[in-house]
């Protein structure tokens, strides 16, 4: 069996025969130029992820139900808003053409997976889902 140690701090020996100390350095340091460099482009890569962040700004909004008619949507909505602590809105998708029932947007994804998993477990809103916006 063997057994081994290693240590990225200096050690020291004595040289019996000089009565001296000689140093070991067993892991090299890069200069201090080049920990500089790596520690800019880190920081440039960490503002060019938070850059692209800010102009993605994503929105993520739950949807609860889409009507053929405004009269139905708000029917649903007044019949439903004591079940949830969400406000419900509804607009007019003209890209469906139907007036949708949602949830105020959420800033992430996960804030509002959080949401419609909690309204899943209500029946009547089983069918919610996330768009991105």
Known sequence: ?????????ETSKEDSNKNAQEIYV????ANEDTLATQEDTL????????IENLKSNKKFIVQ????STKDK??????LNRSKINWEMHITFSSSVNYYV??????SSRPE??????????????????????
């Open 1 to 9: 069996m063997f057994w081994g140690c290693s240590s990225t701090t």
């Open 26 to 29: 067993f892991d090299d340091v």
């Open 43 to 50: 920081a440039a890569k960490e503002d060019s992820l938070n």
């Open 64 to 67: 609860v139900g889409a009507f």
């Open 73 to 78: 949507a708000e029917k649903f909505v007044k």
């Open 101 to 106: 029932v949602q949830l105020p947007a959420f």
């Open 112 to 133: 509002a997976e959080k949401v419609r998993n909690q309204l899943w477990k209500t029946k009547i809103f089983n069918d919610a889902f996330i768009l991105t916006k």
